[in-house]
Structure formats: C-alpha cells, structure tokens
C-alpha cells in the first residue's frame, strides 16, 4: 500500500480509500503506523518538488512525536507555526491532528533546557487557545523565556494551561542596573550615574544596593540631567552611599486574559529577585485578568515578580473578576494578588515571604482572603476604596484569615508593617469599608502592627468590623514590639471619617514578662456607637481618645492564685482583679491592678471590717493604713504597721 496515493483519507481515527462509488474503510491508524514514514522536522521542511511525498509521517523530534498529515491544495510559507502546521519548500502543508485537543510548547521547538530562549515557541502554544486548543501543558524541565512570550487570550472559554510539577518559567530580565552614588541634602537625594542614564523627570526608578538603606526604593524621578536626577527620600539618610539604579518596569505580563471563563492555570515561575522595596515595581505580571473573568482556577508559585495575579487597574473599571479561586506561593514577590474593583464571590489563597504587600484589595465584594506571610514591608493585606474618577468603591462583606508565622526583619523606625491594613485614597467622596471579619495570628513578628485602620476622608466610614486575634510577642525585645493595633488618629484636618460596629469577639496579646512600652491607640473624632472587646487580654498600655459620650468596653478580668502578694508576679492591665485563694485575711485577699506597668501596680483592697477589740484582724507591716471600726472604743482605727492608731494618732 502506497501513502503518496491521493485517494487514501484519513476521518478521525481510520483511513479510507476514495472510490468512484465512495469511501470504503482501509484500517485504523493506529494499525498502520509501523509503515508511516518517520521523519525529522527539518527534514519534512527540506521537501520540494522533487522529493515524493507520503500522506502522513511520524515526526521523531523529541517533544514533537506524533502524526503529521498533508493538507489539501497549496499552502503559504506563513502557514508554517513550527508546532501544528509544517510547510515544505514547495508550500505543501503538514498538519498535526490532535483529537485531545492538547498541545504542548516541545512541538514548537521549545527545548525546555534552561539555557535556550523558549519565548517564541511558548507563546505559539499559549496562542493557540485563541484557535480552540483546550488544554496547552508544558513537561518537566526549565523553559526561559523573555519579552517575547507575551500573550493575550480573549473571550475563550473552558481550557487550561497546565505546567508538570517539575517544570517552570525562567527569566533573567532586569538585572541591567548602572553603578551610581549618591548624595543629599534634607530630604532630596542626588543620583550620579557612571555613564548617561537616559531618565526623564517623572520616570519611575529603581534604586537597590545602597549601603545606607534610606536610598533603596522604587521612586520617581523629580529632576533629571544626563547623568543625575533627584528624587525625595522617605527618611533622610546618615551619609552619602554608593548603590545600582534602573528604570522600573511592571509592563511584561506572561499571561492576560480578557473575559474568559471557566479556565485552570497552573505554572511556576522564577524571576530576577529584588529588594523588596523594588521588587513591587520591577518584574514581571505573572496572570493578568482582564474584562469580566469568570471561574478562574489558577495556581501560581513565584519567585522574582512584580506580580502573580493581577486584576483591574489603577483608576480604571478593568476588572470584574468573579468567581475564581486563587493560590499564590512563593517568595520575592512585589504583590502575590492586586485587585482593583475585581475578585468578587471568590476565594485567595496567599502562602508567601519577603513581599510589598501580600494582598492588595479595592472595591472587592463576598470574598475570602487565607494569609500565611512572612515579611512584608508594608501591608499583609490592604484593604483599600477603589475610586475612578469621583466615585469611590469600598470593600464589603469580606473574610480575612491572615497569619504571621515570624515576621524578622527590624523595620527602620519610624515605619511599621501591618498585618491587616484599612485605607484608601485622599479623595473626598463617600466611600465605605464594611461588614469584615477578621482572624488574625502573629507569632512573635518583628516591628508588625496587627491591625491599622484609617480613613482618608470625612467622607470615609469604616463599619462593622469583627476582629479575633491572637498575638504572641514574647521573645520579643521592646524595640522589635510596635502598636498592638491602631485605630484612627488621623492627625491631617478633613481626614477623619466615622467609624461604627467596632467589636473584638476575642482579642488576646500575650507580651514579654517585663510587659512593653508599646500601646494599642484608639484616637477617634467620629464614633457612632461603642467599641466592644468581648473577651480580651493584653497589657499593653492604652492610649485612648473618644469623642464625647462613647466608652471602650473592656471586660474585667479576675485571677485566681496561691502566690499571695501578685506585685511582679501577674502581668495584667490595669482594672483587672487578683483573688488570693490560699488565705482569708481581709487585707490580703483581692488585688486590684491601678496601672498598665506589666506586673506591678497590684494593690491590695481593703473591705469594710468592724467588730470588738478581741476580733481585730491580724495584719503585717505591708498593709499599713488598714482602717478597722472597734464596735468596743465606738470609733474608726488604723493599723500602722507596728500598732493600731486612732485619729490623734494615739496606740490604742
């Protein structure tokens, strides 16, 4: 049987030979495949017109194994994807049939080996989403990629892009930095580059390596020469320092979708690692969603990236994703999820270290947020008004579940990361931030506040919030301990909003035997109704300011022990009670805490006791000024440590 015969046609998965009468079954081709000719792709390129040609080869490169069947008519050079479609050099056209609809980036060269650039043939697999292909996986093995591989899918429904667990992105991109020294004077920095930058006043700059920490940042320049610029430092510096600049760039996005549905990705990805204050705003977006996505499935695991999963835009009403559930692990990552008016009714999941912010989120609606971070030098997790133009969208009826598993980077004072963070932006329209619920653990994290909230308007409220918490800072210095947790205290005039349905179901701090200097701050000009803390424990010191008529509910607490006098024994705030069970002397039976210094400030109260002489109670020399009723003398005495006094001072 001869393959170079044109009436023999392949249907699905059997061959048939064309007759004048019709179509009649050959065999099935799996049964045929010992006698297809195999053949290399650049061997099935070399054919011309005087090469014979079979109906079908089996090419043998690796990663690109499968049958090629010719098509019909002439074809064009263009057709040629070097994956599905193989074109000669007279133009007859190779097409690889899958009937799984899976394809994978090997059948379009990609060697996967770490050192060859894949960009090209990864992003012709990704693409052929956009012509139906329903699932594109990648095989073991490092696949490097570059600016090249960018690739947008559109209005496409119900496929996957699916790496092997032991497969992943490599890029190298923005390691270009130029040696630079710099200068100040107050708080403007002075940049002087080795050679020409070719900046412009208001790029965005990264700045990294500086041995005075003050300069490593991602900033933005304010006056630009050809080989200086300034921009305005954060903190002013201790002295002059040497460092690496380059302009920043979170423009590369790996993947973008735009309003597709019922989608799964799963990909690894290793980047260029950045400081963190640079990272956020050099590397690469890992998974853009873009225009009403829905039912997004995506599992990312990132190191070296500006952002895993991107959604919305700043200003702008770009998002709408619904629907999706997300994880995000990894380390060195600027943002893990950013969210601008997008991720409704969805779920995130965020495993990650050394990170910007591990969740940015604005105008999000019924959704989750589970946190396991460590080091993060602004927010875990903020959430933020979304706003475009004057309109603003606030979050609402959310879960955050977060959790700080060691926090051990000493943030320069006087900055502070904060495990769960409310804010937004300085514009002065009604916006709200509403009905959250809030678990929050913090294992002896260094310089994190666990909570902060803010509004940034008089317009701004933040309502109904439920807060349990459990923060342990015991092997913690005084110096690596920030706020418990922050409340208002917007200083700048027009800034403070109202805030209302403040309840900590159950808050417990537990800090370093010697207490801490450090208080938790509740500075209010609007409050609705009263702040409740239903079960609470925490010696912290307060500082508290309420307007007129509102209260802070703080449950008493009371002690028991057999340790008699508690002074430098229990740590607790002030208000709360020690109960000496072991006696039953009424001057040495109940403690009342007078003050928040840790474990001291216990004093001893004192009950109304009378009777005659014969039944004055017993006391020591600590408990001087015991006052006692002698029904006998028919007046009020006082112990002095040594003797009982009346009123003239005489023993009696």
């Not at 920030?482 to 309840?503: A, L, M, Q, R, W």
């Not at 009670?577 to 840790?598: A, E, Q, W």
Request: proline share 4%; glycine share 10%.
């Amino acid at each position: 049987m001869s393959f170079g015969l044109e009436q023999i046609v392949e249907q699905g998965d059997q061959l048939f030979v064309r007759r004048n009468t019709g179509l009649k079954r050959i065999v099935e081709v799996d049964e045929l495949t010992p006698l297809i000719p195999r053949i290399t792709t650049a061997e099935l390129r070399a054919l011309n017109a005087d090469s014979p040609k079979a109906e079908a080869y089996i090419l043998t490169d690796d990663g690109k194994e499968g049958t090629y069947w010719k098509k019909r008519g002439v074809g064009l050079a263009n057709e040629d994807n070097r994956g599905t479609v193989l074109v000669t050099t007279d133009l007859v056209v190779y097409e690889h049939k899958f009937t799984d609809g899976v394809i994978n980036p090997k059948w379009f060269g990609a060697l996967a080996d770490g050192i060859s650039d894949d960009s090209i043939p990864v992003k012709t697999a990704l693409a052929m989403v956009n012509n139906g292909v329903k699932k594109v996986v990648f095989p073991s093995g490092t696949y490097k990629v570059g600016q090249g591989v960018q690739c947008t899918i559109s209005n496409k429904d119900n496929f996957s892009i699916i790496m092997d667990d032991d497969a992943t992105f490599l890029n190298t991109d923005y390691t270009d930095y130029l040696l630079a020294d710099a200068t100040f004077s107050g708080n403007i920095a002075t940049i002087t580059t080795s050679i020409a930058h070719g900046y412009s006043t208001g790029d965005l700059i990264a700045m990294k390596d500086f041995s005075d920490l003050a300069y490593n940042a991602a900033t933005t320049i304010t006056v630009a020469s050809p080989n200086t610029f300034t921009y305005t430092l954060q903190r002013v510096p201790s002295g002059n320092s040497s460092g690496k600049v380059r302009r920043g760039d979170i423009t590369r996005c790996l993947i973008t979708l735009n309003n597709c549905k019922n989608v799964n990705v799963k990909i690894s990805f290793k980047g260029t690692v950045q400081m963190s204050a640079v990272q956020s705003r050099l590397g690469w977006v890992l998974l853009k969603l873009q225009n009403s996505c829905s039912s997004i499935n995506a599992h990312i695991k990132a190191q070296g990236c500006a952002y895993g999963v991107w959604s919305g835009n700043f200003e702008a009403d770009e998002g709408n994703l619904t629907l999706a559930n997300i994880k995000v692990e990894g380390h060195d990552i600027g943002y893990p999820v950013a969210l601008w008016k997008s991720g409704d009714n969805s779920v995130f999941d965020v495993c990650a270290e050394s990170v910007h912010r591990g969740v940015y989120a604005t105008g999000v609606k019924n959704s989750t947020f589970n946190l396991l971070l460590k080091n993060y030098d602004i927010t875990g997790i903020l959430v933020a008004h979304h706003y475009i133009g004057t309109t603003m969208y606030g979050c609402e009826n959310l879960t955050i579940n977060a959790k700080d598993y060691g926090s051990d980077i000493t943030v320069p004072v006087p900055r502070a990361s904060y495990l769960v963070g409310f804010g937004g932006y300085y514009v002065d329209s009604p916006a709200e931030i509403r009905n959250i619920d809030i678990n929050i653990q913090l294992n002896n994290a260094k310089c994190v506040t666990p909570i902060y909230m803010r509004t940034l308007s008089s317009q701004h409220k933040i309502s109904n919030i439920n807060i349990k918490g459990l923060v342990d800072r015991r092997t913690l210095l005084d110096t690596e301990i920030v706020n418990e947790f922050v409340i208002g205290g917007e200083d700048e005039t027009g800034k403070s909003g109202t805030y209302s349905g403040i309840n900590f179901i159950s808050w417990r701090v537990l800090n370093p035997d010697g207490g801490t200097t450090k208080p938790l701050s509740i500075k209010l000009v609007s409050l609705l109704d009263d702040i409740n803390f239903v079960d609470f424990k925490s010696s912290s010191p307060r500082s508290i300011t309420l307007p007129a008529g509102r209260r802070i509910s703080f449950p008493i607490r009371k002690i028991e022990g057999t340790d008699g006098d508690p002074n430098g024994l229990y740590t607790a705030p002030k208000g709360d009670f020690y109960v000496n069970t072991s006696i039953n002397n009424l001057d040495r039976t109940i403690y009342l805490k007078t003050n928040s210094s840790g474990n001291l400030g216990w004093y001893a109260l004192q009950p109304i006791s009378f009777g005659p002489t014969s039944s004055r109670p017993s006391l020591s020399g600590l408990t001087r000024g015991f006052m006692y009723f002698d029904t006998d003398l028919g007046k009020p005495i006082w112990w002095s440590g040594v003797s009982w006094k009346d009123a003239n001072g005489s023993t009696v």
